[in-house]
């Protein structure tokens, strides 16, 4: 299992006995230091009922970390995600090109009055609206820029370059006036810090950022012009997501220095602008989106903030408790989960530290251990396996542009390929358990812009559902996607029916094919 969890010496000593070694932790001058739940004040028992809720809920959890005092004392992957893979971001990549502005505030490259036309004289339309004329940096960071709606779908399928695409849009809201979620705000923001420091967001915050917090192995993805997105598009892992929580909790201090001013911290995670100034008292009460929108962060209830992305991804710091909390999941309801943090984490925060609970604690080691996805049944072959076994099944013309499929049986394994007259893809699927290996296949939500790796870590398992269907479940474990290939046989033609996780319930045309002779 691809997991590393260490609530003591002794327990790390442990898990390395169950889990045969400590390949897939970091290095040691990277990490981030470990310690005991109750050593740093929290309940064993009560992190042990946040995975009972976490196993008993709708959500697919993929890995957790939990900080107090700057120590991990949780942390776990849900098999097959490990602690060594990056993971999808969304809009967590938010926050951290909020940071860059930061920097480049304090290297006075730029400053958060600055008016955004300012930067693109040559990419302005040829009319230029008052209200896009007073559109200031600070505008974008606080998701005011005074658009309507978000245009960030219409730009990125446009076929345009996305800077002048962006200024060419009404401008109908007096920017700093009314929050709408933009996300091309946050990209308008990534191309400001690339025009003054001459740089993608992501290089120049190597520097500054990834290399001091030991943070590596990242991508973004970039526009067609060639600068990160910004919004959006940024894999790190789960531990580098919680050392930029850490650094935020410190103020900006880390490891003795201080990497961004403490000033900045603050004014970048404060109330700025009010989401929703006509909901009731009572309904911003029960809501986590109605907190308060800062530079690029949110603020949450208990008097946190975070920053999150889609489908569940998530920083969650907390400056009265000491805490960090690190979440990466594929969820329908957001809200629950961090409902599910304050219900069971936060409460379980003492001032001080607690008597060690050597029985909790073995049982916190075993289950973080044993984290797992469920994985799809393991059965006996068909007897339709040998007639398909190693045969072309000519498909029809589809939107995938494939060409045909076969399937191969070796053992417990099961290889799928896919080719477009070009290219020839096979994958992997064990019976009974995940085989992981690496594709080019594009996935769910998966990123095929410039400046993305095209290799995508994946995770594969078969089953028949019964004598003529086999189902291939197909896990994308750098992202929180994953989809079905449910392929029904009838002698010499097959159904291939496609269904991604995201949008929920989404399925692909199916696709038909006929076995070559």
Known sequence: MKLFFSPSFI???MLLALSGGCKNTAPAETSLPRSTPEAEGVSSEALLTFLDSAAAGRHEFHSI??????KVIAEGWWDPYSTDLRH??????KSFTSTAVGFAVTEKLLSVEDKVVSFFPDQLPDSVSPFLADMKIRDLLTMTAGQSPDPSNEITSSGRNWVPAFLSLPVVDDPGSRFLYNSMATFMLSAIVQKVTGEKVADYLQPRLFGPLGIEGIDWETSPEGINAGGWGLRVKTEDMAKFGQLYLQKGMWNGKQIIPAEWIEEATTFKIDQAPDASPETKAENDWMQGYCYQFWRSRHNTYRADGAFGQYIMVMPEQDAVVAITSESPDMQDIMNMVWNHIL????DEA???????????????????LPVPAKTEDSPVAGTIRNNRFLLEENNLKLKYLTLDFAGDTCYLSLGNGETVRSIPFGRGEWITSGTEMAGPGILRRPGVSSSNQVAGAFTWEDDSTIVLTLRYIESPHHLKMTCRFDRDTADVRIRQSTPPGYDLPVLKGVMAR
């Open 11 to 13: 327990a790390a000593m």
């Open 65 to 70: 970390m939990i900080l107090r005092h700057g």
């Open 88 to 93: 999808t971001l969304y809009s967590v990549s």
């Open 347 to 350: 409460p379980a925060m003492k």
């Open 354 to 372: 607690l008597p060690e609970n050597p029985s909790a604690a073995e049982k916190l080691t075993a289950r973080l251990a044993s984290l797992a």
